[in-house]
């Protein structure tokens, strides 16, 4: 499979997550059929380059709810953090989301 069409299976993943929820990347891995790859959704979201796009990468967080900090995001996990409080997704003062309360459960991806 080429990598285009990888991404674009993570990306249709990302996409359907709603506003004020999120999605571990082990998860988004499993829906999109790459059970096992989540670094590989880390390194397609990292790879999101098109400033325009609709797709809500910061809807994705660590197995523990937390935003995966790294000094090659340039500032975007701050970004990150600031879109989802915007959405309403609360952090507590550790960094983490209650996946409990702001996990996205989906019955089954369109």
Same mark, same amino acid.
């Given at each position: 499979? =080429?990598?285009?069409? #990888? #991404?674009?299976?993570?990306?249709?993943?990302?996409?359907? /997550?709603?506003?004020?929820?999120?999605?571990? #990347? &082990?998860?988004? =891995?499993?829906?999109?059929?790459?059970? &096992?790859?989540?670094?590989?959704? &880390? #390194?397609? %979201?990292?790879?999101? $380059?098109?400033? =325009?796009?609709?797709?809500?990468?910061?809807?994705?967080?660590? $197995?523990?709810?937390?935003?995966?900090?790294?000094?090659?995001?340039?500032?975007?996990?701050?970004?990150?953090?600031? %879109?989802?409080?915007?959405?309403?997704?609360?952090?507590?003062?550790?960094?983490? /989301?209650? %996946?409990?309360?702001? &996990?996205?459960?989906?019955?089954? /991806?369109?």
């Amino acid at each position: 499979m =080429a990598p285009s069409e #990888y #991404y674009q299976h993570i990306f249709e993943v990302v996409s359907q /997550i709603p506003t004020g929820k999120v999605a571990t #990347y &082990g998860q988004v =891995a499993r829906l999109a059929g790459y059970p &096992g790859h989540a670094r590989q959704v &880390g #390194y397609a %979201l990292f790879r999101l $380059a098109d400033p =325009a796009s609709t797709v809500p990468w910061q809807r994705v967080v660590n $197995a523990k709810g937390q935003i995966s900090y790294s000094p090659r995001r340039y500032g975007s996990d701050e970004l990150q953090r600031v %879109l989802l409080e915007a959405e309403g997704v609360i952090f507590d003062t550790q960094g983490a /989301i209650d %996946l409990q309360r702001f &996990g996205w459960q989906p019955d089954k /991806i369109s």
